[in-house]
């Protein structure tokens, strides 16, 4: 109930301050996590980057004002964070379907998008399998890269699934797990339950904004690394899962 609690009062937050500079950093503080860890706590839970929460939030609340024609736009575009009419019209127009001059008309529809809330609603029991187990440290190797929170692409605006066909295509993937020598699973005392190529992703702080993903495979002593990036998994108590 505790992380419930902190998750509200970030979002109190946010709503107090649509018309302000929202600090993500006190968003954080607020959560008692890192602005990393937020954001894509957020974006799991939602479905939406939290940039793009306040975005609709903070759009809506505008369409409300232009209902108040002593409201002028350019004051309305300022007080929600756009330098100018132009920048306003533009992001209005995307989410509304129409201008803000237009929006004043009697009858015009448009979206409005409420401010949301963390509950916890229990329905039955589903019964998953997993056991704890401890792990001297390891290393993985694959290939690595960075992505961002807003849209879950790299610079190049490829998506992780993309990732994925992508190396499946090339031969990358093929190569990844003929890289492996010999038998890993017993050497690094792996279940059957792991694949060869697996994912291993915010393993280090990159930004606010980004996270590193590595498709990659357990470093055994005879793997092939050549052209790899190698990580380092700290010893760790792990949760392991059946999916």
């Known amino acids: 109930m505790d992380w419930l609690q902190r998750m ?30 937020f954001q894509r706590m957020f974006s799991f839970v939602l479905g939406i980057p939290l940039s793009e929460y306040i975005r609709r ?27 100018t009419p132009e920048s306003f019209s533009r992001a209005f127009q995307n ?9 004043r008309n009697v009858g015009s529809q448009l979206k409005a998008y409420p401010r949301i809330s963390f509950q916890i609603i229990l329905k039955g029991v589903v019964e998953m399998d997993y ?8 290393q993985v190797f694959g290939l690595e890269d960075i992505y961002n ?41 792996f ?10 992703d915010s393993y280090k702080f990159t930004s606010n904004t980004t996270f590193p993903y590595l498709i990659g495979c357990y470093r055994s002593k005879d793997s092939k690394i050549n052209g790899y990036r190698v990580v380092d998994v700290p010893a760790s108590t792990w949760a392991i899962f059946s999916t």
């Not at 699934?161 to 010999?182: A, D, Y």
């Not at 279940?191 to 291993?200: C, H, I, K, Q, T």
């Open 131 to 138: 056991r704890i187990e401890k792990r001297d440290a390891f």
């Open 191 to 200: 279940s059957n339950e792991l694949g060869a190529v697996f994912a291993y």
């Open 8 to 37: 509200n009062r970030a979002i109190d937050y946010i709503e107090d301050n649509l018309e302000n500079k929202i600090e993500y950093e006190q968003i954080a503080r607020i959560a008692l996590c890192s602005v990393y860890q």
């Open 149 to 189: 929170y807003e849209n879950i692409a790299n610079q190049q605006g490829v998506s992780i699934p993309e990732f994925w066909q992508n190396i499946g295509k090339n031969g990358e993937f093929n190569k990844l797990e003929q890289s492996v020598i010999g038998d890993w699973r017993r050497e690094g005392e």
């Open 95 to 103: 989410l509304h379907g129409l201008t803000p001059t237009s929006a």
């Open 57 to 83: 939030r903070r759009l809506t609340l505008a369409a409300f004002d232009l209902k108040n024609r002593d409201n002028k736009v350019i004051d309305i575009a300022l007080k929600y964070g756009y330098e």
